[in-house]
C-alpha cells in the first residue's frame, strides 16, 4: 500500500486535513480536481490571516506549503471511483490511474443551483451573493435585497439590515408567517411580493432588478442561497450515509468526522450544513488529526 490515507478534494478542508497528517508523517495523497465551488468569488472574507485573499492564491499557497512534507504527494485530477477492498480502500482516477490507502477522508464539496432567473448565475460570487459574514462588509451600506428561494429565507432577511437598506422578495412562494412579519418590521426590512424576474446592469454588478408587475427596482447585491448537491459521487459510491440539510444533503459524520464507513471521514461543506471557508477548514483540521488517530489505534491494536 503505497499511501496510508487518501484525501479527495483540494479546497480549504482537505488542504487542513492533510497538513495534519503531513506533520504526523503520514505518507499521504492528495488529488484535486481544480474546481473549487469558491472560484467564482474575487475574495475570501472572514479568514483570519487571509480576509482579502483570492480562494485561488490561498490554495496555491496552501499546496506549495504542502510540498515542503516529504511525505505527501499532491496530483491534479478527478477522482471518478472509490471502492472498499477488505481493510484498504481502492481509488480511480479519470486518467486511468488507481491508488490504495488505508484511510480516506473526504473534502468533496459542494455544487449550487441557482434560481432559474436571467442575470442570476452571471453574477453569483460577485453581485449575487451566499452569505453576509464573507461578502457583506464589501456591499454594506448599498441597497440589499434577499431573494426567498426556501423556508428558511425570512430569517436571512432579518439579518442583512446590519449590512444596509433590505428587501424581501417573497417570490410570491415563500410568505412569512405572522411572527416573522413582526420581526422583519422590527428590521425595517421592506417585504416586496412581485416576483423577481430579471437582473438588470452591467454584470457582474448589480444595478437594479426587474419585477413581473414590470417594475424596477434598484439593488447593489441580492443575497440567494442556492441549493447544493454532492460536487463527487465517492460517498454514495463508498456506501456513505447522508442527513438532509437545510440546502440539499449533507454526508452524515460523526464528533471525530468518520462517516457511516468505518476508516472514511468527511470534512468540508459536504459533511456541515454551515458552508464558510474558516469552518471548512477547522472541519478539516479535525478530519486529518481523527483520521491520524484512527491509524494509530489500528496499529496498536
Known sequence: MSFEAIIIGGNFAGLSA????????????????????????????????????????????????????????????????????GDAFIVGTEDGGEERAARIVLATGVSDTLPEIPGLKERWGRSALHCPYCHGFEVGGGK??????????AHSAMMIPDWGATTFFTQALF??????????????????????VELLGDKPKLEAVRLADGRVVPLDAVFVAPKTSMASPIAEQLGCAFDEGPFGPIIRIADNKETTVKGVFAAGDAASAMHNATLASASGVLAGVHCHQSLVMQSAA
Open 144 to 153: 440589499l435585497g434577499v431573494l426567498a428561494n426556501h423556508p428558511h429565507s
Open 18 to 85: 492533510a497538513m495534519q497528517l503531513a506533520r504526523a508523517r503520514r505518507r499521504v495523497l492528495l488529488v484535486d480536481a481544480g474546481a473549487p465551488r469558491n472560484r467564482f468569488s474575487e475574495a475570501s472574507h472572514g479568514f483570519l490571516g487571509q480576509d482579502g485573499q483570492t480562494p485561488a492564491a490561498i490554495m496555491r499557497e496552501g499546496k506549495r506549503q504542502l510540498s515542503l512534507y516529504p511525505t505527501i504527494a499532491i496530483r491534479e485530477g478527478k477522482v471518478i471511483r472509490a471502492d472498499s477492498d
Open 175 to 196: 410568505e412569512p408567517d405572522d411572527e416573522q412579519l413582526v420581526k422583519l418590521t422590527a428590521r425595517d426590512v421592506r417585504i416586496e411580493r412581485s416576483p423577481i
